[in-house]
T-cell receptor, first 119, second 111 residues
Framework: GAVVSQHPSRVICKSGTSVKIECRSL??????MFWYRQFPKQSLMLMAT?????????EQGVEKDKFLINHASLTLSTLTVTSAHPEDSSFYIC???????????????FGPGTRLTVL | EDQVTQSPEALRLQEGESSSLNCSYT??????LFWYRQDPGKGPEFLFT???AGEEKEKERLKATLTKKESFLHITAPKPEDSATYLC????????????FGKGTTLSVSS
């Protein structure tokens, strides 16, 4: 159990285009999902916290108009990188938190990541 | 400022050579400490959660321990398949909040 998927796993796009990344919890409902970004040989940096049915909470320095997050259901959150530029190239990883009432509540399970390359 | 520091950055071991990875933290209020394994190009894989000083958890060749200032991930008789980056993360204050990650320790085990 506790499987999180991401799609696509890899995307290459031209500068100025928008890219949507999906994060799904496959076997549990996740009221909260998190989006992280990881640069080569660096740690995961939290971008935003996504709560189902409400607006995402963005970390300081993350542009909410550039990184649009939608958490429309208990199993799906999407991250859209709008007007992507080469500096947005990175490894984007989502995680989903087990729901309250679960024996694994408070544990976070990560997706496999999406490698974004902006040309 | 909340901080997580992992050492060493990289560690090379021979198969069967036991060692420990360190994660030291300075946070306002520790809710939990997490260990993950990350293979290249993949998302982190959950290993352990520790909540209080003195707590220990084991899984196969790995054992995680926690004190008030740091956590250790002990690797006993490692095998080449244990090669990966091991990430430590802390959760502060409120349950369910996001994690603050260290930069990781990249472990290479040669046969």
């Amino acid at each position: 159990g506790a499987v999180v998927s991401q799609h696509p796993s890899r995307v290459i796009c031209k500068s100025g285009t928008s890219v949507k990344i999906e994060c799904r919890s496959l076997d549990f409902q996740a009221t909260t999902m998190f989006w992280y970004r990881q640069f080569p040989k660096q740690s995961l940096m939290l971008m935003a916290t996504s709560n189902e049915g409400s607006k995402a909470t963005y970390e300081q320095g993350v542009e909410k108009d550039k990184f649009l997050i939608n958490h429309a259901s208990l199993t799906l959150s999407t991250l859209t990188v709008t007007s992507a530029h080469p500096e947005d190239s990175s490894f984007y990883i989502c995680s989903a938190r087990m729901p309250s009432g679960s024996s694994a509540y408070n544990e976070q399970f990560f997706g496999p990541g999406t490698r974004l390359t902006v040309l | 400022e909340d901080q997580v520091t992992q050492s060493p950055e990289a560690l090379r071991l021979q198969e069967g050579e036991s060692s420990s990875l360190n994660c030291s933290y300075t946070v306002s209020g520790l809710r939990g400490l997490f260990w993950y394994r990350q293979d290249p190009g993949k998302g982190p894989e959950f290993l352990f959660t520790l909540y209080s000083a003195g707590e220990e958890k084991e899984k196969e060749r790995l054992k995680a321990t926690l004190t008030k200032k740091e956590s250790f991930l002990h690797i006993t008789a490692p095998k080449p398949e244990d090669s990966a980056t091991y990430l430590c993360a802390v959760q502060i204050n409120q349950a369910g909040t996001a994690l603050i990650f260290g930069k990781g320790t990249t472990l290479s085990v040669s046969s």
